[in-house]
């Protein structure tokens, strides 16, 4: 093992269970007030995109998604979050969704991360015990968003989540989006509750991420939330990133991450360069509008979002499909910096 490679591993057990590795095994989540053992929360993770049909799920369309995303190295699975449309999905869709990504990942020792948050306490513990019942390895929680609760308030939503629940909770903080911030004091009084395991952090902060450390502990699993912070997440001793380039390029970033726990730092750079017009132009218009796009470029899905969402311009198309030449080498530095122009 890298020395670079510390975080904690897993296998599953019966029933999605995990173990601790020392053979201690804990199905559906540990028993409550007993401390989780971490879950092996690594690499790139892929914050699913949801297909559609018609303005419903397309079913056999996600299955394929998810099946292609595993087969290319992502290491992690996160259905019904802000890239898969949570804020359009209905509580059924939510657990067809997370149902459907189970059923594929099941045998392949892949986790899967259900995104459960809402500004709403007790509708966020609905969501929860739905995903842990359907057999989710963990839940994502988001900050809660317009109604800014101060630092107790988070405290005490978070609590209640986990108090109700036996599922690992990890946080995702993205005050760019909630317009509330966690602070790193406040996480490491959640950090002392048995299952809140770790952060996606979307701060674009990386310097938090070492104070975060600090005061939560090593054990504190840390993704970046955002992809162009990946690498630099690493470098600070994160475990990996909740990515929505990797619904694009899987293999690519699952590469990229391989490389930097090997110790070929050459390696991860230059993916990381490779992949950065891409990262780029995947928000020059608000997510998830040009990831839709290129998955339905690629022919993974159609190009349809739920209002009030709409497809990104034609010029943002051009931009997309240039970029993503470039991150598959099949468009130098130069044709791209003249469409990006």
């Known amino acids: 093992m890298s020395a670079r490679d510390s975080s904690p591993k897993i296998s599953r057990a019966a029933g999605r269970g995990i173990t601790n590795g020392e053979g201690c095994s804990q199905t559906g989540g540990a028993a409550r007030g007993e401390k989780h053992s971490p879950l092996a929360l690594r690499g790139s993770i892929t914050a699913l995109i ?33 890239t898969g449309e949570s804020p359009t ?15 594929v990942a099941t045998s392949s020792h892949v986790p899967v991360i259900a995104g459960c948050g809402t500004n709403s306490t007790q509708h966020a513990i ?10 989710a390895d963990a839940a994502l929680h988001v900050t809660p968003y317009y109604n800014k609760p101060s630092q107790e308030g988070l405290y005490q939503h978070y609590k209640a989540i ?21 602070n790193p004091s406040t996480m490491a009084r959640l950090a002392e509750l048995p299952r809140i395991v ?52 899987p293999g690519l970033c699952a590469a990229m991450h391989k490389a930097w726990r090997e110790g070929d730092i050459a390696t991860a750079q230059r993916l990381n360069v490779r992949l950065g017009p891409l990262v780029e132009a995947l928000f020059v ?23 009030p969402m709409l497809p990104v311009s034609a010029a943002t198309e051009t931009l997309l499909r240039e970029a993503l030449a470039f991150a598959t080498e099949e468009t130098p530095c130069c044709r791209l910096a003249t469409a990006c122009a």
């Open 89 to 103: 999905l209905s509580d059924e869709e939510d657990a067809l969704l997370i149902r459907l990504c189970l059923e």
């Open 285 to 307: 218009e608000t997510s998830p509008a040009p990831v839709k796009y290129l998955a339905s470029f690629l022919g993974h899905c159609r190009n349809e979002l739920r209002l």
């Open 50 to 82: 949801t297909p559609f049909h018609n303005d419903r799920v397309d079913s056999e369309a996600f299955q394929r998604f998810v099946a292609w995303q595993i087969a290319e190295g992502t290491e992690g699975l996160v259905p019904c979050g802000t």
């Open 162 to 182: 986990h108090d109700a629940t036996d599922l690992p909770i990890l946080i995702y903080n993205i005050p760019g989006r909630s317009v509330v911030n966690m």
């Open 198 to 249: 770790g952060v996606k952090d979307a701060t674009g902060e990386p310097a938090r991420l070492l104070k975060t450390q600090r005061l939560c502990g090593s054990s504190f699993i840390q993704l970046a939330g955002n992809d162009d912070m990946a690498l630099p997440f690493l470098a600070q001793g994160g475990t990996g990133c909740i990515s929505v380039a990797s619904n694009i390029v």
């Open 126 to 135: 609905r969501l929860t015990q739905q995903a842990e019942r359907l057999g």
